[in-house]
């Protein structure tokens, strides 16, 4: 039957063109090692295997890939493009159903679920307040979509439905990102003219409804150190007797939302709130270390809990500072960013595990052995931060993660190889990392990634009316009748993102940034105002002895050890001349490269990682680990030149192509090693 035939064409093996069922796929030597493996009853593809038919290396092997660039033709993105589409329009018509106006659906008994009568129950308190929160945070994924007629629905059900008037506790943290971003969101997008969004007869009332919610989350400001409490009343302000201690990421990530307010109101009152915020985290980082703990007390200013990283409790900050100087346009948000964000990234990587590790914030040790899942974000912010090459590793293990569970657990343990803590409540951060990826090097190997993430949904996820939290990812049989509102808003959002090249996004807005929860902040002109009454007059000084960035080749598609100092870039190196055909070779002069000799010292034997590309090594020899013959070797160094000219001289080749392998046989056997299983 037609239908037998279209299933069997989508799930026909990598390297088989779609369609051609009876196609061999092309020999080479990792499939032919995964077939003896698999006969001996060993490896991925071996009976009794926890995930069946899974490729030989934790990512495919790009350098025996060079059909990589016509197996995602645009007949199969539309394909998957509509089959997100499809899951959203499921579980969002399963919530305007049987849930609204709830704040979440769950999916298993078809049911709403709002404030927990119990205020100790935070789990549940933290993010849901009786104002339809699912239907405020989808707002702006059904735009994106081009539901039109449901985005103009929805609109008119928040102006007629939801108040903030409630007598419940919510954590401003979710409230800030979750709601309030999602009312700027749609109402700067009906905004805009070319969008043609706009409903008849809307004159600003998601707006008003912000400024509503921003003012009654305001009491939370009021405290000795300027840091918010973690939670307040919507009705009564800041209850008494409450927990007041809040970590990084929640008294840090607010700039965004609270500045674009102030900027359409022309109220400078909530972003210098925010601003005051994020200053006082910065004037209380570790005066040796220059990082921030994770958890603080908002009374005294003093740490709870030193644990710092790029994960959760930290991760959001960098991200919003970040955004901010890109949205705002102010040098003391950007020179935030850069002190603590390469800080973190110097003192958080350790030789022999290629992950971002939990340390103490005084000491730089190391505090645990175990990573969350919400560090999978980190290669988004990488990308955004003009380091490629570093994102491509670090999405390489959260991928390999994935593939392993067919899920990211909560927490894993790389030390003992397995999950802390397994659950997984369809968190986005994978699918962001795969999709900004996939948007900065078109390389499809990232559309691959984003269809193995859309078929275990599919698979793992979906239930009767929507999809559910998987309590365990190593038996996804158990099920947690929860469906977060960020599913919608994010995982969704972003996997849709990946297969749709004409979205509006892409082609009419352009200049925008996301929030953390993807909410969509378009770039304008109005927000850069210099105005000094929004500003209370801090300044931020570049560290000097902040090398991030220093002399690296960004560029350099090889990850080799391109490093110079910024008035030393000429190099003498032998190189081919290309013209007449004659193959002659030429000397180009210039200074004197700098030496690549390494120091002896602890990591003088570990070769090969941590790589040398990675913008947290500074300039100097004492830090670069040992590098591998092979990446030194003229002989290599003059392939990859060919290479990159190949590249350049055929724009349609996307710069990660598979036509070479970017992260290297070794890192990809240590990757393998810790989280493949």
Same mark, same amino acid.
């Given at each position: 039957?037609?239908?037998?035939?279209?299933?069997?064409?989508?799930?026909?093996?990598?390297?088989?063109?779609?369609?051609?069922?009876?196609?061999?796929?092309?020999?080479?030597?990792?499939?032919?090692?995964s077939?003896?493996?698999? %006969?001996e009853?060993?490896?991925?593809?071996?009976?009794?295997?926890?995930?069946?038919?899974?490729?030989p290396?934790?990512?495919?092997?790009?350098?025996?890939?060079?059909?990589?660039?016509?197996?995602?033709?645009?007949?199969?993105?539309?394909?998957?493009?509509?089959?997100?589409?499809?899951?959203?329009?499921?579980?969002?018509?399963?919530?305007?159903?049987h849930?609204?106006?709830?704040?979440?659906?769950?999916?298993?008994?078809?049911?709403?679920?709002?404030?927990?009568?119990?205020?100790?129950?935070?789990?549940?308190?933290?993010?849901?307040?009786?104002?339809?929160?699912?239907?405020?945070?989808?707002?702006?994924?059904?735009?994106?979509?081009? !539901?039109?007629?449901?985005?103009?629905?929805?609109?008119?059900?928040?102006?007629?439905?939801?108040?903030?008037?409630?007598?419940?506790?919510?954590?401003?943290?979710?409230?800030n990102?979750?709601?309030?971003?999602?009312?700027l969101?749609?109402?700067?997008?009906?905004?805009?003219?070319?969008?043609?969004?706009?409903?008849?007869?809307?004159?600003?009332?998601?707006?008003?409804?912000?400024?509503?919610?921003?003012?009654?989350?305001?009491?939370?400001?009021?405290?000795?150190?300027?840091?918010?409490?973690?939670?307040?009343?919507?009705?009564?302000?800041?209850?008494?007797?409450?927990?007041?201690?809040?970590?990084?990421?929640?008294a840090?990530s607010?700039?965004?939302?609270?500045?674009?307010?102030?900027?359409?109101? !022309?109220?400078?009152?909530?972003?210098?709130?925010?601003?005051? %915020?994020?200053?006082?985290?910065?004037?209380?980082?570790?005066?040796?270390?220059?990082?921030?703990?994770?958890v603080?007390?908002?009374?005294?200013?003093?740490?709870?809990?030193p644990?710092?990283?790029?994960?959760?409790?930290?991760?959001?900050?960098?991200?919003?500072?970040?955004?901010a100087?890109?949205?705002?346009?102010?040098?003391?948000?950007?020179?935030?960013?850069?002190?603590?964000?390469s800080?973190?990234?110097?003192?958080?990587?350790?030789?022999?595990?290629p992950?971002?590790?939990?340390?103490?914030?005084?000491?730089?040790?190391?505090?645990?052995?175990?990573?969350?899942?919400?560090?999978?974000?980190?290669?988004?912010?990488?990308?955004?931060?003009?380091?490629?090459?570093?994102?491509?590793?670090?999405?390489?293990?959260?991928?390999?993660?994935?593939?392993?569970?067919?899920?990211?657990?909560e927490?894993?343990?790389?030390?003992?190889?397995?999950?802390?803590?397994?659950?997984?409540?369809?968190?986005?951060?994978?699918?962001?990392?795969?999709?900004?990826?996939?948007?900065?090097?078109?390389?499809?190997?990232?559309? *691959?990634?984003?269809?193995?993430?859309?078929?275990?949904?599919q698979?793992?996820?979906?239930?009767?009316?929507?999809?559910?939290?998987?309590?365990?990812?190593?038996?996804?049989?158990?099920?947690?009748?929860?469906?977060?509102s960020?599913?919608?808003?994010?995982?969704?959002?972003?996997?849709?993102?990946?297969?749709?090249?004409?979205?509006m996004?892409?082609?009419?807005l352009?200049?925008?940034?996301?929030?953390?929860?993807?909410?969509?902040?378009?770039?304008?002109?109005?927000?850069?105002t210099?105005?000094?009454d929004?500003?209370?007059?801090?300044?931020?000084?570049?560290?000097?002895?902040?090398?991030?960035?220093?002399?690296?080749?960004? *560029?350099?598609?090889?990850?080799?050890?391109?490093?110079?100092?910024? *008035?030393?870039?000429?190099?003498?190196?032998?190189e081919?001349?290309?013209?007449?055909?004659q193959?002659?070779?030429?000397?180009?002069?210039?200074?004197r490269?700098?030496?690549?000799?390494?120091?002896k010292?602890?990591?003088?034997?570990?070769?090969g990682?941590?790589?040398?590309?990675?913008?947290?090594?500074?300039?100097?020899?004492?830090?670069?680990?040992?590098?591998?013959?092979?990446k030194?070797?003229?002989?290599?160094?003059?392939?990859?030149?060919?290479?990159?000219?190949?590249?350049?001289?055929?724009p349609?080749?996307?710069?990660?192509?598979?036509?070479?392998?970017?992260l290297?046989?070794?890192?990809?056997?240590?990757?393998?090693?810790i989280?493949?299983?």
């Amino acid at each position: 039957p037609p239908q037998q035939q279209q299933q069997s064409s989508a799930d026909a093996p990598t390297g088989t063109p779609a369609g051609r069922r009876n196609a061999q796929p092309r020999r080479t030597r990792a499939n032919d090692r995964s077939a003896a493996a698999a %006969a001996e009853g060993e490896g991925p593809g071996a009976a009794g295997s926890s995930r069946p038919g899974t490729r030989p290396w934790p990512l495919p092997d790009l350098r025996n890939s060079s059909t990589a660039l016509t197996l995602f033709t645009a007949e199969r993105k539309l394909r998957l493009r509509e089959e997100v589409r499809e899951m959203f329009t499921f579980a969002f018509d399963n919530y305007m159903t049987h849930a609204f106006p709830h704040d979440e659906l769950d999916p298993i008994h078809c049911s709403g679920r709002s404030a927990d009568p119990d205020p100790r129950n935070l789990n549940v308190n933290d993010v849901l307040g009786n104002y339809s929160l699912t239907l405020i945070d989808s707002l702006d994924t059904l735009a994106i979509m081009g !539901h039109r007629a449901e985005f103009v629905q929805a609109v008119q059900r928040v102006i007629d439905t939801v108040s903030f008037d409630q007598n419940t506790t919510v954590q401003v943290f979710e409230a800030n990102i979750r709601v309030l971003g999602g009312l700027l969101s749609a109402h700067l997008l009906m905004e805009n003219e070319e969008l043609d969004l706009r409903p008849a007869g809307y004159d600003g009332e998601l707006l008003h409804l912000a400024h509503d919610l921003a003012a009654r989350l305001m009491p939370a400001f009021d405290s000795p150190t300027g840091l918010p409490y973690p939670r307040v009343n919507l009705r009564h302000g800041v209850p008494a007797g409450w927990r007041n201690d809040t970590c990084t990421a929640g008294a840090g990530s607010l700039l965004l939302e609270f500045g674009v307010l102030s900027r359409l109101l !022309h109220d400078p009152t909530y972003e210098l709130a925010a601003r005051r %915020a994020a200053f006082a985290l910065w004037d209380r980082r570790s005066p040796r270390t220059g990082l921030l703990g994770s958890v603080i007390d908002v009374n005294t200013g003093h740490w709870v809990d030193p644990m710092s990283g790029v994960g959760a409790g930290v991760d959001s900050f960098y991200e919003y500072m970040l955004k901010a100087a890109i949205l705002f346009g102010r040098e003391e948000y950007f020179s935030l960013f850069r002190n603590t964000y390469s800080k973190a990234l110097k003192l958080s990587r350790d030789p022999n595990v290629p992950v971002f590790l939990n340390v103490h914030m005084h000491t730089g040790a190391i505090m645990n052995t175990w990573i969350d899942s919400l560090q999978a974000y980190v290669p988004a912010l990488q990308v955004l931060s003009g380091d490629v090459h570093s994102a491509m590793f670090a999405h390489a293990v959260y991928t390999t993660l994935w593939q392993r569970y067919g899920a990211l657990p909560e927490r894993f343990n790389w030390q003992l190889r397995q999950p802390d803590f397994s659950v997984y409540p369809l968190r986005p951060e994978l699918a962001e990392a795969t999709y900004i990826l996939y948007r900065s090097t078109r390389d499809p190997h990232y559309l *691959d990634v984003g269809e193995l993430l859309v078929r275990d949904l599919q698979r793992h996820a979906r239930v009767r009316c929507g999809f559910a939290t998987l309590h365990d990812v190593g038996n996804k049989a158990q099920r947690e009748d929860r469906m977060e509102s960020f599913f919608l808003s994010e995982t969704l959002k972003y996997l849709y993102l990946l297969f749709d090249e004409g979205n509006m996004l892409h082609t009419t807005l352009q200049d925008f940034v996301f929030t953390t929860q993807a909410h969509i902040l378009p770039l304008a002109p109005e927000f850069h105002t210099q105005d000094p009454d929004f500003t209370d007059g801090r300044t931020v000084a570049l560290d000097s002895e902040d090398d991030y960035f220093n002399g690296y080749d960004v *560029d350099d598609a090889s990850g080799d050890d391109d490093y110079y100092d910024d *008035d030393d870039e000429a190099e003498e190196d032998d190189e081919e001349d290309d013209a007449g055909g004659q193959g002659k070779r030429v000397r180009r002069r210039g200074r004197r490269r700098r030496s690549r000799t390494p120091a002896k010292d602890a990591t003088a034997g570990r070769r090969g990682f941590p790589p040398t590309w990675h913008p947290a090594l500074p300039n100097s020899r004492q830090n670069q680990p040992l590098l591998d013959q092979h990446k030194t070797s003229s002989k290599a160094r003059r392939e990859r030149r060919r290479h990159r000219k190949r590249v350049r001289s055929c724009p349609a080749v996307p710069k990660w192509s598979g036509l070479f392998d970017p992260l290297g046989k070794r890192y990809r056997n240590l990757v393998k090693e810790i989280f493949g299983g």
